[in-house]
Nanobody, 127 residues
Framework: QVQVVESGGGLVQEGGSLRLSCTAS????????MGWFRQAPGQEREGVSC????????FYADSVKGRFTISRDNAKKTLYLQINGLKPEDTAMYYC????????????????????WGQGTQVTVSS
């Protein structure tokens, strides 16, 4: 049974920081690429970042470049998203997702490219 679980969200002041975590079990974590997505009310689920299986390649949406950093610790089977300089428009449910392939393709931001998803963790940024 595959389980993907996010944590670390919360209510933060504009300009603040958070580190989100995602633990995954029941799959070959160190063999697959992982991604972070987010979804605000009334909006489409948006690809935020993708990281290849050993962490050697990282990819970001333009809206978060320079503020968000994706990383992974394969020994702990844990994925991270360090978020700095939070803006109100970052408010969303953040989801961790797993591919079934090792890389992040050019179309990494497509929801359909990920097989397993967590339940989401809420990030709320106050102004």
């Amino acid at each position: 049974q595959v389980q993907v679980v996010e944590s670390g969200g919360g209510l933060v002041q504009e300009g603040g920081s958070l580190r989100l975590s995602c633990t995954a079990s029941g799959l070959g974590f160190d063999e697959i690429a992982m991604g972070w997505f987010r979804q605000a009310p009334g909006q489409e689920r948006e690809g935020v970042s993708c990281i290849t299986y050993q962490g050697g390649g990282t990819f970001y949406a333009d809206s978060v470049k320079g503020r968000f950093t994706i990383s992974r610790d394969n020994a702990k089977k844990t994925l991270y998203l360090q978020i700095n300089g939070l803006k109100p428009e970052d408010t969303a449910m953040y989801y961790c997702a797993a591919r079934i392939y090792a890389g992040c393709p050019a179309y990494w931001s497509r929801v359909v490219e990920y097989k397993y998803w967590g339940q989401g963790t809420q990030v709320t940024v106050s102004s």
